[in-house]
């Protein structure tokens, strides 16, 4: 389990792999077994300790890409977000959150928190010192997404770790959108690091994970709610998540490169009013987004002028797909305000920022020249 390897597509690769000593096979054998034998070992194995012996393996691949001591896998991102952090707070504490968040984990807050006594809020603006300004007496947790869903906003993120340090809480992020390919947020000082792995570390639209990297100390704390709430990933997709993880560095650094095209293309085209993509010059997050992201991610979001039907371009689209999720190999899709944020309302949608007519596009590794022309097809048949 070598741990020294600087390369992000060495670590993607190699790390945490598991040796076939049986048949000398060149990738990790799946250890499906949920029974294990706990006489004369020093450790009791069972799939919800979080430590078979992929699980633990695949950890520690997570854990090096993330620049972290230790990491843990969950069944999906939403049992990562949740178990992360709860695992800070009791009934009485107080967290603040960054308000653009992704749906599920706005949910969870707005839902839930009240019954369980644990208060909130959410911040507007995207400065350090909107934050700041919400912190209590009985704050614990300050919970940031960035980029975000959907527009791409950038928030500081070694200004809100210098915050959460002064005030002693618990600073956590969500960075699906970035990957560790593009940001590793530990580097600036923040100390728990979400992944929902389903997304680019799976990278296939095939299998649902989450992961949640940060200290020994930290992980610990987050394994003990862990196993009890139950919330951890079976093998066969630990296996599957490795073999995804090998080629992330590759696939994410295609996505960032098709992106930017896209975003170019569509920042020049007549029919589009807005586009959102941290790697434009335009966009207000992009000299913060510079300073701590190695490639602007795969994500980006327009508008399409008025009198366009956005609804009715999505159905004309042949090779991108309208879907809910995103960060696949393949280009996909979908208006926040009919899908991901419509349960939000279009008051609440407005407050935000997210236009009717915005279009999610996440974009995969085709060939920009086919993706244009797919955009454009569709376009000249709901132009009016
Ligand atoms: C998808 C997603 C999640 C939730 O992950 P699931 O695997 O669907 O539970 C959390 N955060 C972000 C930013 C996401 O895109």
């Known amino acids: 389990m070598g741990n020294n390897y600087k390369g992000i597509n060495t670590i993607c690769t190699h790390v945490g792999e598991l040796e076939d000593k049986q048949f000398k096979g060149a990738v990790s054998p799946l250890y499906m077994s949920s029974s294990y034998a ?11 300790y979080f430590n078979t012996p992929n699980q633990e393996a695949l950890c520690v691949k997570i854990a090096a890409l993330e620049h972290a001591e230790s990491a843990l896998i969950f069944g999906s991102g939403m049992a990562a977000v949740s178990t992360a952090v709860l695992a800070f707070l009791k009934a009485g504490d107080h967290v603040v959150l960054q308000r653009e968040l992704y749906g599920g984990t706005y949910n969870l807050i707005n839902e839930e928190f009240d019954r369980f ?28 997404e960035t980029p975000s869903n959907p527009l791409l906003s950038i928030v500081d993120i070694a200004a809100i770790g210098k915050v959460a340090k002064k005030h002693g809480i618990i600073s956590i992020i969500d960075n699906t959108f970035a990957s560790p390919v593009n940001q590793n947020p530990i580097d600036f000082g923040i100390d728990v690091v979400i992944h929902s792995a389903t997304k680019y570390m799976g990278g296939h639209s095939d299998i649902c994970a989450g992961a949640v ?40 650094k295609a996505q960032n490169e098709n992106a930017m095209k896209m975003a170019k293309y569509l920042d020049s085209h007549k029919d589009i009013k807005k586009v959102y993509y941290p790697g434009l010059p335009s966009h207000n997050g992009h000299e913060l987004a510079k300073s701590q992201m190695r490639g602007f991610g795969g ?24 879907s809910m999720s995103l960060a696949g190999v393949e280009s996909t899709m979908l208006s926040p305000a009919q899908t991901s ?5 279009k008051k609440e949608r407005q407050k935000q920022g997210i236009a009717e007519n915005l279009i999610r596009f996440s974009v995969g590794i085709e060939e920009t020249e086919d993706l244009i022309e797919d955009i454009n097809n569709a376009l000249n048949k709901v132009r009016k």
């Open 213 to 252: 990297a940060s200290s020994k100390e930290n992980i610990a704390r987050i394994f003990h709610l862990g196993k009890n709430l139950g919330g951890s990933l079976s093998d066969y997709t630990v296996w599957l998540l490795e073999r995804s993880l090998k080629t992330m560095g590759i696939r994410v």
């Open 117 to 144: 006594g644990i208060e909130y809020s959410f911040v507007d603006g995207l400065d350090a010192k909107d934050f700041e300004t919400k912190i209590k007496e009985t704050t614990k947790v300050i919970y940031i």
């Open 299 to 322: 994500m980006l979001s327009f508008e399409i002028k008025e009198g366009f039907d956005a609804e009715k371009f999505q159905k004309e689209l042949n090779l991108i797909k309208p």
């Open 38 to 48: 706990f006489q004369d070992v020093d450790i009791k194995r069972y799939p919800r």
């Open 341 to 345: 944020h419509s349960l939000l309302g």
